[in-house]
């Protein structure tokens, strides 16, 4: 019986060596290389910050007289909108951001959008909360420097850069 099992055993080891029975495998995968959207080298797209401390990471955006504009917008912070709220609004030349900051606060029902100096702004985005973003697309003006500012109450002290159109 002894050398029935060794037998069996010896069988079994021989069996199982190295030299197995590989069934090949083949796929019907086909990858599809995801390719980057050309970018239109006609439009700038431009991204801009803004956070719970009352900032954006940009204090200056160059653009191309006449240029379209991809603009977006991004708050990077947590506070809900009626507390820390956010936009991006584009003055005209003769703007004076005080004036339209301090009307801004008094529109809270229009997005704090003065309805009576909407010939100042020139462009604007939605009013965004905490983790929420908002794009709008526009023509560059003439050549110059405009003020960008956000127009919730008490923002524009320190939310406000320059766009330079070239």
Known sequence: MKKLILVFLV???FSCGDKKKETPVTTTDTKVEKKAPVEDPNVAVLTIEGNDQ?????KELRVKAGQKIKLTLKHVGKMDMAVMGHNWALLTQDADVATVGNAAAMAKDNDYIPADMTDKIIVHTK???GGQTTTIEFDAPA???YT???????????MQGKLIVE
């Open 54 to 58: 009352m900032q954006f990471n940009k």
């Open 11 to 13: 069988a079994l080891a």
């Open 127 to 129: 009013m965004i909360g």
């Open 143 to 145: 050549a110059g420097t």
């Open 148 to 158: 960008y500012m956000c127009t919730f109450p008490g923002h524009y002290a320190l």
